[in-house]
């Protein structure tokens, strides 16, 4: 059986990586829920260290105008993963029991990309693994950093 080379390196990352966290991956065809959860055969994962504007949330784009860019992340979130196989390496649970992980679409590390491309930010406070990806996306005024937003957490805190 001959194996291509992309799924021996997708097989390789998920071995170093289960080493690495100590659990096995959890893998098939994701869900976008949010920008920052997906769901994997009825399983709630959110993605570790970043966190996205709520589906709700407003921002200000480039022009001025307001749009719910939670609504445009999760749609580009669910558009990066399309039908592809997803593979999450847990790192644990939350306070709502979701699992925590960082997840990849082949060798894409979605939780960077989405960060990367200004649809969420680094959540600093669970981790410091994004902050390069938040640092390109706000210099090159992408997504959230092309005009103005309230953070993620901040907009949450004003609702409840």
Same mark, same amino acid.
Do not use: E, F, H, N
């Given at each position: 059986l001959k194996v291509p080379a992309s799924a021996g =390196? =997708?097989? $390789? =990352?998920? =071995? #170093?990586?289960a080493t690495a966290f100590g659990a %096995? %991956?959890?893998?098939?065809? #994701?869900? #976008?829920? /949010? $920008? /920052?959860?997906? /769901?994997i055969r009825e399983e709630r994962i959110r993605l570790d260290a970043i966190d996205a504007p709520e589906s709700s949330q407003l921002c200000i784009d480039a022009?001025?105008? @307001?749009? @719910?860019? $939670?609504?445009k992340s999760a749609f580009a979130l669910a558009d990066?993963?399309? @039908?592809?196989?997803?593979a999450c390496q847990s790192k644990g649970r939350d306070r709502y029991k979701r699992t925590i992980a960082v997840c990849f679409k082949g060798t894409i590390n979605l939780n960077a990309w989405m960060v990367a491309q200004g649809l969420a930010v680094a959540f600093q406070r669970y981790g410091i693994d994004y902050i390069a990806q938040e640092d390109e996306a706000r210099i090159a005024r992408r997504g959230i950093w092309a005009r103005s937003f309230e953070m993620p957490w901040d907009w949450r805190a004003q609702k409840k």
């Open positions: =390196l =997708l097989l $390789g =990352l998920l =071995l #170093a990586s %096995p %991956p959890i893998q098939g065809t #994701a869900s #976008a829920i /949010d $920008g /920052d959860t997906i /769901d022009a001025g105008k @307001r749009y @719910r860019c $939670g609504q990066m993963i399309g @039908r592809s196989a997803v």
